[in-house]
């Protein structure tokens, strides 16, 4: 066993392929497989996936995800920041869900700390976080859709994604990185049009939906590229760590708002799509069930949203309001010191799940007892789900693994980090 | 919030029906039960043993594999195991310290594929070695890459 980690050989993917035990079962004489480099800049890799694939004719021998493209050293930056500098970073994991991940870090550091939050700030962050749903879903459909080669789709979700990114500009002063939500609540209170701009959006959504179902569902061409394509089984979906709506459908119903409530989701009423087919088409049908319900938590949040503050009573952790802070000596304080020298977190770890849309994402947070903390590792859902990929590919034509990417909903962002 | 903690002869005495707990008891050199988490800490030669007996024990689903640099205390690296029950509706976390003077552990990918890629990210990023790791190079870092960024004593901006 080699003592230093410098004493392993790094061979590259191509290598790795070659000598997988697949590649033995030709037989070299007839030997005409081919290894085809696809991406890092490859429109239907959502990214800069990079996948090297073997193939026999049309058909995929092994396949090899190669990734590290987009790797910022997020982790690494946490570790030199104070707990409220890190919500801002959380936003640029995942594009697509920036309130899932600033949820999942201050639902994190707020169990460390042992604050309350109040409903209001509960019901609030509920609703962001479906409309992030949403949002994401949309750009998983419209892209799912441009990859198969339905692109009209695409200009449809992107009309209403763009309703749901004027929302969080409403909220948040920003469409994607929002960094709205804060250790201990909000950052501040929605504006008054906020709400009927909501109840509108969530009023025509479902009719929306069915609109997109309208021109996929029936489609021949969309039926034929997606049934029976990218079978994944339930104990491989285990196995292989995979979550959210792949998990789904691969029969297996769970799901963290339902199973392991976080902020106030006990509250909620809602199902729990489960599809027992596992293959492409059923990942399709279970996000675009999932859809409607987002649209139902959405909007018993909105109705049934509770009077009161939006953020925790912790003067020492949460910034004092613009107003107090420059009439009170003690506010001024605070603020000093909150915005100098951070705020202390007891020592301890905490893990925190959450179901983001593309599965589960998860905040490891270890803390040392003082205000930067000490290690941050995020579980990303991509990540795990992409080692499914070869399981999923593995045996079928060339052209299914466009499809088969597009179904698992990758982002690079968080698969790298 | 319940704000109990547990230490070890507590855990074993008051938890002692938790499957996680009765399946390690003969394995763990420490427990916790703090903030709702259970962690226990197991030897490093015991890790495959350990995640087969919470395993068998209904913790079916393996969530994450990750390490934190204690540096410069020792044992200096805490491989953390995240393990989830569906059955049960919880979760458990293993730690298995590994010292600086054998940065190697057994992988645990023959239970759980899944383990894969986390730790072949501890790997590139912490340089802890996993025994019997079917593909065990870097995953975020180029492969000519020198050092492991996320160990305490290097820097944040990278060497000059």
Request: hydrophobic share 40%.
């Amino acid at each position: 066993m080699p003592t230093s980690v410098e004493d392993l050989i790094n061979p590259g993917v191509e290598d790795v392929i070659a000598d997988s035990k697949l590649h033995g079962n030709i037989d070299p004489a007839q030997d005409q497989t081919m290894v085809l480099n696809m991406g890092p800049q490859h429109p239907s890799t959502h990214g800069v996936l990079r996948v090297v694939l073997e193939v026999d004719g049309e058909s995929v021998v092994a396949l090899a995800p190669d990734i590290g493209y987009l790797h910022t050293g997020i982790e690494k930056t946490c570790e030199a920041k104070f707990y409220q500098q890190v919500v801002p970073l959380t936003d640029r994991i995942d594009y697509l869900c920036p309130m899932t991940n600033n949820l999942t870090y201050c639902l994190a550091v707020e169990k460390l700390l042992q604050l309350e939050i109040p409903e209001r700030a509960q019901y609030l962050r509920v609703l962001l976080n479906e409309l992030t749903r949403l949002n994401s879903h949309l750009v998983w459909l419209g892209t799912h859709a441009m990859d198969i080669g339905a692109l009209t789709v695409f200009l449809y979700c992107f009309r209403e994604r763009e309703e749901i990114l004027r929302i969080f500009e409403m909220v948040a002063g920003q469409r994607m990185m929002t960094s709205y939500f804060r250790i201990g609540g909000l950052s501040m209170e929605p504006p008054i049009d906020f709400y009927d701009r909501v109840r509108n959006f969530l009023k025509i959504m479902p009719e929306k939906i069915a609109q997109y179902e309208n021109l996929l569902t029936g489609n021949p061409i969309w039926m034929g590229r997606l049934k029976n394509v990218g079978h994944l089984s339930a104990a491989d979906a285990i196995a292989l760590g995979v979550t959210g709506p792949p998990l789904r459908a691969s029969g297996v119903d769970w799901d963290l708002r339902r199973d392991m409530p976080y902020s106030g989701y006990e509250k909620f009423k809602f199902d729990v799509p489960v599809s027992q087919v596992g293959d492409v088409w059923a990942r399709y049908e279970v996000r675009m069930k999932e859809m409607y319900e987002s649209v139902k938590i959405a909007t018993q949040a909105l109705e049934g949203l509770p009077e009161g503050r939006i953020t925790a009573v912790a003067p020492k952790i949460i910034l004092p309001d613009r107003e107090q802070m420059k009439t009170q000596m003690e506010s001024l304080i605070h603020h000093f010191k909150i915005v100098t020298e951070g705020f202390a977190v007891p020592a301890g770890q905490v893990y925190q799940g959450v179901e983001s849309p593309r599965g589960e994402m998860g905040y490891y947070v270890v803390s040392d007892g003082t205000a930067k903390p000490f290690r941050v590792h995020m579980r990303n859902p991509s990540f795990a789900t992409l080692q499914a990929l070869e399981t999923m590919c593995k045996g079928r034509l060339l052209a299914d693994v466009v499809a088969v990417i597009g179904s698992i909903d990758i982002v690079l962002g968080e698969i790298d980090r | 919030m319940s704000a109990t903690t547990l230490e070890k002869a507590e855990v074993l005495e008051q938890m002692a029906a938790n499957p996680a707990v009765a399946a390690l008891s003969s394995l763990l050199i420490d427990a916790r039960f703090a903030l709702n988490e259970l962690t226990i800490t197991v030897p490093k030669e015991q890790i495959v043993a350990a995640v087969k007996a919470v395993q068998a024990a209904g913790y079916n689903f393996m969530e994450d594999v990750t390490c934190v640099d204690w540096y410069p205390s020792e044992p200096r690296f805490h491989v953390t195991y995240h393990i989830l029950s569906h059955s049960l509706k919880e979760r458990v976390r293993l730690i298995a310290p590994v010292g600086s003077e054998d940065l190697s552990i057994d992988s645990i990918t023959d239970v759980w594929p899944a383990a894969n890629f986390y730790e072949r990210e501890v790997f590139d990023l912490f340089g802890v070695h996993f025994g019997g790791h079917p593909n065990l190079r870097r995953i975020m870092m180029p492969d000519d890459w020198k050092g492991h960024p996320l160990r305490k004593d290097y820097p944040v901006e990278g060497y000059r």
